[in-house]
C-alpha cells in the first residue's frame, strides 16, 4: 500500500469517528403527556428551562386562514421572529396582551406582520377584529422544546449531556417540573400527567 493510499485511508477513518463522536455528544429525551381533561393536550409544550440559547435567531410563519390561527401552537425560541400571514379574504389584527405585549394593526389579504421575540414565556394570538380566533407561541430558552403530537409524545433529540429540569407548559393545566439526565449518545424517558 503506497503512503498517500495509507494517508488517505487514515483520514477518511478520522473523518468517520468525528462524525460519528459528534453524533453520539447528544442525547434524547422522549416522553409521553397525559391530559385531564384531554380537550387541552394540543396546547402542551415540553422544553428544558435554563437552557442556553441553541444557535442563531430564526425566523418562523404563523398564518391566519379560515378564520384559524395556523398552527393553533408554535413553539420558537427567545431571539426567533414570527412572520404572521393572511390567507383569509377578510382583514385581521393580531395582537398578544402577554408578557411584553404588542399589536401588530390590521392587515388584509396577503399583508403579513413581523414581530421579534426577545422574552421567553408564552403568548396568547388575538384578533381583534375576531374574538373567536385564539393561537399560542410558546418562546422557549432554547431550541430543546417540542409541542406534543396529538398522541401526548414528544421528544427532545440532541441534548448536551447532564442534568436538567424538564418543564412543562399547557394553556390550562399543570404539572411539577421533573429531573432528567442526559447521558451521550442515549434516550431518557420522562412522563408527565396534566391536570387543573
Same mark, same amino acid.
Given at each position: 500500500?503506497? +503512503? ?8 477518511? &477513518? &478520522? ?29 402542551? %409544550? ?24 395556523? @398552527?393553533?401552537?408554535? %413553539?420558537?425560541? /427567545?431571539?426567533? $421572529?414570527?412572520?404572521?400571514?393572511? #390567507?383569509?379574504? %377578510?382583514? #385581521? =389584527?393580531?395582537?398578544? !396582551? ?11 389579504? =396577503?399583508?403579513?406582520?413581523?414581530? +421579534? ?12 377584529? #375576531? @374574538? ?8 422557549? !430558552?432554547?431550541? #430543546? /422544546? /417540542? ?7 414528544? +421528544?427532545?433529540?440532541?441534548? !448536551? !449531556? ?24 442515549? +434516550?431518557?424517558? %420522562?412522563?408527565? $400527567?396534566?391536570?387543573?
Amino acid at each position: 500500500m503506497s +503512503t498517500r493510499t495509507s494517508l488517505r485511508s487514515l483520514a477518511a &477513518a &478520522a473523518l468517520a469517528l468525528s462524525g460519528s463522536v459528534a453524533l453520539a455528544a447528544g442525547g434524547t429525551i422522549t416522553g409521553k403527556v397525559e391530559s385531564t381533561p384531554a380537550k387541552f393536550l394540543a396546547e402542551t %409544550v415540553v422544553y428544558l428551562e435554563k437552557a442556553p440559547p441553541t444557535g442563531g435567531a430564526q425566523s418562523h410563519a404563523m398564518d391566519q386562514r379560515n378564520m384559524t390561527f395556523e @398552527p393553533h401552537l408554535l %413553539v420558537i425560541q /427567545a431571539g426567533d $421572529s414570527v412572520k404572521f400571514l393572511n #390567507h383569509d379574504s %377578510v382583514v #385581521h =389584527n393580531v395582537y398578544s !396582551p402577554d408578557n411584553e405585549g404588542y399589536n401588530l394593526g390590521a392587515f388584509k389579504q =396577503n399583508e403579513e406582520r413581523s414581530y +421579534t421575540f426577545s422574552s421567553a414565556g408564552s403568548y396568547t394570538q388575538l384578533c381583534s377584529i #375576531h @374574538p373567536e380566533m385564539l393561537g399560542f407561541i410558546f418562546v422557549a !430558552p432554547s431550541r #430543546h /422544546a /417540542a409541542a406534543v403530537d396529538k398522541a401526548g409524545g414528544f +421528544t427532545l433529540r440532541d441534548v !448536551p !449531556p447532564g442534568t436538567y429540569k424538564l418543564a412543562i407548559w399547557n394553556s390550562h393545566l399543570k404539572a411539577p417540573a421533573k429531573d432528567v439526565t442526559v447521558t451521550a449518545g442515549g +434516550t431518557a424517558t %420522562v412522563n408527565f $400527567s396534566i391536570k387543573r
